[in-house]
């Protein structure tokens, strides 16, 4: 079955304590993404990733990094969270950007404390 | 700066009405549009992309449209039932920047 999967779903953390949210895709897609999504902000890209070894920010990429070293792996990291960055997380991939569906990950509810 | 617009936030309709969701955009420079549900604690499920150069999308009850011109878009959906209660979010692929931007998104309710 085609998806997109992210580890933790739910995590409550204290800050600065570094976090990793993981994201594997199945399908082979060169391009992965990770939004947040908060109530009134609607979804925003954090980072994205074209392929392998190529990353680059979206609109709110403070706070975060990502990698790329393999092509189903997307991992989002928290090196010290805070608690503005309590939101839900979503992966997402496609195999190109442009004029393709994207598939999303089921999210991940991120509470910092 | 591409907004998306969706109006109206929330929506309840008696099972069986035909609705019309909107979503509008302020850059006619897009890639395509793509309709989402989403539903409470899960994620976005595609629903219907259209391509810049499409008018409109079929799928079951399910029909988007698209107007660069105007920059707008609809979904309709037919015969609603109770199981397409959710919220469904507009996404625009805008040329030159590789994100969709996301309207806020309307809260369905179709009532038994």
């Known amino acids: 079955e085609a998806q997109v999967t992210q580890n933790p779903r739910y995590l409550i953390t204290v800050t600065g304590k570094k976090l990793t949210v993981t994201c594997s895709q199945n399908?082979?897609?060169?391009?992965m993404s990770w939004y947040r999504q908060d109530p009134g902000l609607g979804l925003r890209q954090i980072y994205y990733?074209?392929?392998?070894?190529?990353?680059d920010k979206g609109d709110v990429p403070e706070g975060y990094k990502v990698s790329r070293k393999e092509k189903r792996n997307f991992p989002l990291i928290l090196e010290s969270p805070s608690p503005n960055q309590t939101s839900l997380y979503f992966c997402?991939?496609?195999?190109?950007?442009?004029?393709?569906?994207?598939?999303f990950g089921e999210g991940s509810w991120l509470t910092v404390v | 700066k591409q907004e998306v617009t969706q109006i109206p936030a929330a929506l309840s309709v008696p099972e069986g009405e035909n609705l019309v969701l909107n979503c509008s955009f302020t850059d006619s420079a897009i890639y395509n549009l793509q309709w989402f549900r989403q539903d409470p604690g899960k994620g976005l499920t595609s629903l219907l992309l259209?391509?810049?150069?499409?008018r409109e999308q079929t799928s079951g009850r399910l029909n988007a449209s698209l107007d660069k011109s105007s920059g707008r878009s609809t979904l309709y959906i037919a015969a609603s039932q109770p199981g397409d209660s959710a919220t469904y979010l507009c996404a625009v692929g805008t040329e030159g920047a590789q994100k969709l931007v996301f309207g806020q998104g309307t809260r369905l309710t179709i009532n038994p």
């Open positions: 399908m082979n897609h060169e391009y």
């Open positions: 990733s074209m392929n392998v070894e190529v990353t």
């Open positions: 259209i391509q810049s150069s499409q």
């Open positions: 997402a991939s496609s195999p190109v950007y442009s004029g393709n569906t994207i598939y």
